[in-house]
């Protein structure tokens, strides 16, 4: 307690200061006036007796402020006065403020804008009850697997998760969610067309295990996640909104989603985005029971080995995490050793690992880390280079106020006085650069966000600066201030003041600009870093879009199709693709039409185990896919041996034909022709199912990066009566894309497309349609991100150098003034004097390229799994970086060398 | 200690009577410059030992009060034995020379 009275007590003095140094001077001067008085009784004169009081008494006023000092604010007052003193500065200096500002509201505006992308992304919490207790079982960032083989353990089937849930107590409540969802059709009863709109499925207490409160009508409960319930759904705020405009009629309605009937019972929280983060939010959240309606036969629920949903919980107070953990894997060994045959080893490396959840699930943050880690690094290179720039900057004006601080040092201003007295300066300004980054980031991060999510209907990330946010630029700020501040403080402290004094009035010459020139130097071997980093990105983004990607990417269009064709008779289905051809084709403009079960680069692909006629015993496995006859041709793939399908031929019921890809016929029929072999998906007794008839081109088929893979394509609907009885089997003839190839680009592609797939049949859905170049970018939407921030982030450099170079010059133009009169009065042209200048313009310049070429090649190393189809020490990117920085920067030294040489000698004669 | 301990032994005091007390008592062996005797003051009305009023002395002056708080009692029970300590040590070491 008594520090705290103490405390109060100091406080109680800091607000009734000016009473205080009032008393204390009434109280000395009552002191010596008594002591004066006693003097002269003792027979002094007046005078005397008033001195000799104050001989014994001291130096008042340093005692005065010893006793100042008591109280403990001494460092307080002097901040304040540094602070009142730095704004007065640089409220003086109009102009070299505003350029430090400027400088640091883009240096740190652009770290600013990182992080907030990066904090959104990887680092911030679900908008839900005390996110902080919810954790996630399982680390794995795997969505879409369905198989036990995780290692990572993170995928749960609906059985296990139930049997967890019921047998761990340490749980306060325990929720599942479907892990790999899209987009299904969608249709409010009453309506003509169906939507193609994203579902998930949740167990029944999935809302509870979150705490969330619906916005309107009720959330799921656990009662609805009971065979036999009625079937309810959720309905997000946004699509809520966005599809039927806030309609309350919509709580209580009916709806169908992906052919099965729902009531919509009540509106999720608007902020509330589902628990895995990604671009494509949940519209509709159906409890996990309702799945084996939907899907029927093929249902992910029933099969206790199919492993499709992630798990959350909250723990109860006080229970140790990692005493649950190790129950969690004892009981996930044990149900393994139950219910899947596999090797012992294979089961023993099954772990689930306890992490926090309240942050959601991710794949953007996995995918995303490396990337943004590369950016981060080049914010931070951006500030460094914002920081040596001014920190040049300040030694060319301390240099300017050189005097001033001489003065203050021979007036008895300690070093470490002085030294302070520019970081507050330094810091004051780069909070207020940090201000105006601030903005300056909140402002762009609109599009920032549009480049990293391009594409996708919504943006599950907030920009609005969160205290997060803010605590970061402000630390970001304080430190660029120091940093910046460090050298021309240190450089001021040693100012001497007996030379400085002696040539006071003149201009400072003959300092040494050594640090000056190292600086820059440094800017621009740091420019030289960033901007080889953005060539080399540039260059990778273009191998990736302009490589051979087997099929011809221009001009073809994609429709992505909810088809819920289950159950429809083989005639129907063949009379409906029939029938969508043919209306594909009436479109103006369009020259081609396909389907597909899976299109190009759409990111989707089905592996299955083969078993060739000729080598039963080889353990083989391909790729997949059905497409219609004409599906070659429209994509712009090329046959190169055989034949590709045709239509006459390759019916329902005729010979069973396949086109395999030119890597498939590499990898499983090395030395021998292809053709007329046969293989069959499963084992032995497939074995002789399928005849191969053509080989065609490798087509990249799944992502930019994926180079061919073998890869098999059949005819749709050609399959045998048997097949057509497994439910899986069948599906696959249900197609999930209509591709075309168009000329030109035709107006109204998207209304006249999804117009005609739309009236086909009630059952199919026209999803989302999209040009292949485009799905491309989409596919790429990350290294474009990469590619365009890394050049914003190289342009800033370039500019930040250039500024620091063009200033260095100009400076020291302003200090030459006087030779350069006397040299062009000695009969100089303006010619050399510009070639004056520049010497030591190109002499840094230089120096800062070799530099920067040899850290380019440093660097290179890191940046060795981001490239793609070029060496990270490409000496391409780092000449064009060198020839880039070298072109900018004599141009920036050019107009201070061309200024000089208008210098009038008979001016600068005068003056000196 | 010896301003707490004048002000203790002749009750409260201003500045001015403390500083004769200190120069009388120790036979002027103690000469110290008057004037560091506020800044002294000053630390112990932070830390809480001493507590000032201002009184009138005389018609047309005042004077500041200083009185012995009990932590400032405490305080100087605490220093004085401490010095004693010392002292008695220092006392030995040179005794028998």
Redesign the interface.
């Known amino acids: 307690m ?1 520090w705290f ?2 405390i109060r ?2 406080i109680a ?1 800091l607000r009734h200061r000016e009473d205080f140094e009032r ?2 001077d ?3 001067r ?2 010596l ?3 004066a008085e006693e003097n002269e009784s003792r027979g002094m004169s007046p005078r005397e007796a008033r001195w000799a009081a104050q001989r ?5 006023a340093l ?2 402020e ?7 604010w001494t460092a307080f007052d002097n901040f304040f006065q540094d602070v009142r003193y730095a704004i007065r500065r640089l409220s003086a200096s109009k102009s070299y403020t505003l350029t430090a500002i400027v400088i640091l509201a883009l240096g740190i505006g652009a770290n600013t804008g990182l992080f907030t992308l990066m904090h959104a992304v990887m680092l911030k919490s679900l908008p839900i009850a005390d996110p902080e207790t919810v954790v996630r079982l399982g680390d794995g960032d795997n969505c879409c697997g369905l198989g036990w083989q995780q290692g990572r353990y993170s995928l749960f089937s609906d059985s296990f998760y139930k049997h967890l849930r019921d047998h761990t107590p340490d749980f306060e409540g325990m929720a599942a969610f479907q892990a790999g969802f899209g987009r299904v059709g969608v249709r409010r009863a009453g309506m003509e067309v169906s939507e193609g709109l994203v579902r998930q499925f949740v167990s029944g207490n999935y809302f509870e295990v979150l705490g969330l409160r619906a916005y309107a009508g009720r959330l799921t409960v656990p009662a609805d996640d009971q065979q036999g319930a009625p079937a309810v759904a959720v309905i997000s705020y946004r699509a809520w909104q966005q599809q039927y405009g806030g309609d309350p009629s919509v709580v209580g309605a009916a709806f169908t989603i992906e052919g099965f009937p729902v009531t919509v019972v009540g509106v999720a929280p608007p902020a509330f985005f589902g628990t895995v983060v990604r671009t494509d939010p949940p519209d509709f959240w159906l409890p996990i029971a309702t799945e084996p309606a939907v899907h029927g036969g093929t249902s992910l629920q029933a099969d206790r080995r199919l492993h499709w949903l992630y798990v959350i919980g909250r723990l109860r107070p006080g229970v140790q995490a990692s005493n649950v953990e190790a129950g969690l894997n004892v009981k996930l060994q044990t149900w393994l050793r139950e219910n899947e045959q596999g090797k012992t080893e294979d089961l023993a490396k099954q772990h689930i690992a306890l992490v926090p959840g309240g942050s959601g699930i991710s794949q953007m943050r996995e995918r995303y880390r490396q990337e943004l880690t590369l950016l981060l690094g080049m914010t931070t290179l951006v500030l460094l280079i914002a920081c040596a720039n001014l920190a040049n900057l300040q030694l060319a004006r301390g240099a300017v106020t050189a005097t001033q601080s001489s003065v203050r040092v021979a007036l008895g201003a300690s070093r470490y006085r002085l030294i302070r007295q520019v970081l507050v300066e330094s810091i004051i300004l780069s909070i207020v650069g940090g201000a105006a980054g601030m903005f300056v980031a909140w402002q762009s991060s609109g599009l920032l966000i549009q480049l990293v999510f391009r594409g996708s209907s919504v943006v599950p990330i907030d920009t609005t600066p969160s205290p997060a946010v803010l605590w970061f630029t402000l630390g970001v700020s304080v430190l660029a201030g120091i940093l910046f501040g460090l050298v021309p403080a240190l450089a001021t402290s040693r100012s001497s003041p007996s030379s400085m004094l002696r040539s006071l009035g003149r201009s400072a010459t003959g300092r040494s600009m050594r640090p000056q020139r190292v600086l820059l130097v440094a800017q621009i071997a740091l420019s030289v870093v960033l901007l080889t980093a953005a060539g080399l990105m540039a260059q990778s983004l273009r191998n990736l879009t302009s490589q051979g990607f087997g099929f011809q990417v221009d001009g073809a269009v994609s429709a992505a199709v909810d088809a819920n064709f289950g159950g429809y008779a083989p005639e129907k289905l063949a009379a409906l693709y029939a029938d969508i051809d043919r209306r594909m084709r009436d479109i103006p403009g369009v020259r081609n039409a396909a389907l597909a079960l899976y299109a190009p680069m759409s990111g989707d692909n089905w592996g299955m185990n083969i078993t060739l006629e000729e080598k039963p015993l080889l353990e083989a496995g391909s790729s997949w896919n059905r497409v219609s006859p004409s599906f070659f041709d429209t994509i712009g793939a090329r046959i190169l041996r055989g034949r590709g399908f045709d239509e006459t031929v390759d019916r329902p019921g005729s010979t069973a034909v396949t086109v395999v890809n030119e890597e498939f016929a590499k990898t499983w029929f090395p030395h021998e022709d292809p053709i007329g072999k046969r293989f069959g998906i499963g084992g032995y007794e497939n074995r002789g199912d399928y005849m191969i008839v053509g080989v065609v081109n490798s087509i990249r088929f799944r992502r930019p990066r994926q180079p061919g893979y073998p890869m098999f394509f059949l005819p749709l609907l050609q399959m045998s009566p048997a097949d057509w009885k497994d439910e899986v089997k069948a599906r696959s003839n249900v197609i999930g894309s209509v591709l075309l190839r168009v000329e030109g680009s035709p107006r109204d592609l998207v209304s006249q497309v999804t117009r005609s797939l739309g009236s086909v049949d009630p059952n199919l859905t026209p999803l989302k349609l999209t040009s292949l170049p485009e799905l491309l970018a989409q596919q790429l939407g990350q290294e474009h991100t990469i590619s365009a921030l890394a050049q914003v982030f190289g342009v800033l450099a370039l500019i930040l150098s250039c500024v620091g170079l063009y200033g260095l010059t100009d400076y020291s133009v302003s200090q030459r003034r006087s030779e350069i009169g006397m040299r062009t009065a000695l009969g100089a042209t303006r010619q050399q004097v510009v070639l004056l200048v520049l010497k030591g313009a190109v002499t840094q310049t230089a120096a800062g390229l070799a530099v920067g070429v040899v850290g380019s090649l440093v660097t290179a190393r890191l940046l060795t799994t981001l490239v793609y189809g070029v060496q990270p020490s490409d000496p391409l990117s780092i000449a064009g970086a060198c020839v880039v920085l070298a072109l900018f920067s004599l141009t920036a030294a050019l107009l201070p060398a061309l200024r000089a040489s208008h210098v009038d000698p008979a001016v600068t004669l005068r003056t000196e | 200690m010896l301003v707490l301990k004048t002000i203790r032994r002749f009750g409260p005091s201003h500045g001015y009577s403390i500083a004769k007390a200190i120069q009388q008592a120790s036979d002027e062996v103690l000469q110290v410059e008057e004037g560091s005797l506020y800044p002294a003051l000053q630390r112990m009305l932070v830390k809480g030992w001493v507590t000032a009023e201002w009184v009138q002395a005389g018609p047309k002056r005042q004077t500041r009060v200083y009185h012995l708080t009990t932590l400032g009692m405490e305080q100087l029970d605490a220093e004085i034995s401490a010095y004693r300590r010392i002292a008695q040590a220092i006392e030995r070491v040179i005794e028998p020379a």
């Open positions: 008594r009275r103490e007590r100091r003095m008393e204390l009434a109280e000395m009552c002191h006036e008594l002591q014994q008494f001291g130096n008042a005692l005065a010893d006793s100042r000092s008591a109280w403990g």
